[in-house]
């Protein structure tokens, strides 16, 4: 499957806005992998999201709106712990 990831500037109710970083072609847990990856490259300063493939060859830097987060759905909090400390090792 494909994904985007986008680096988030707003979150509300499951939806986020936010600026393409990378797409990411894999399973779903693969792209949670690259996005937590991704953070931790920019010292946890940014907020990474994984979302469904953004539809265009070359995805411009406009403002992505209303996008489902992706990366949230399958994950209980417990999932979610393990998956950032293996990133964190």
Do not use: C
Request: glycine share 4%; proline share 1%.
């Amino acid at each position: 499957m494909k994904f985007s990831l986008i680096n988030v500037d707003k979150e509300a109710n499951g939806s986020v806005d936010g600026v393409w970083l990378q797409d990411h072609t894999g399973t779903l847990e693969s792209a949670m992998t690259a996005a937590l990856a991704t953070k931790k490259a920019n010292t946890n300063r940014i907020d990474v999201a994984v979302i469904d493939k953004v539809s265009s060859s070359v995805p411009n830097y406009d403002l992505l709106t209303n996008r489902k987060r992706l990366d949230l759905l399958k994950t209980t909090d417990e999932e979610e712990y393990n998956v950032r400390n293996q990133i964190k090792r």
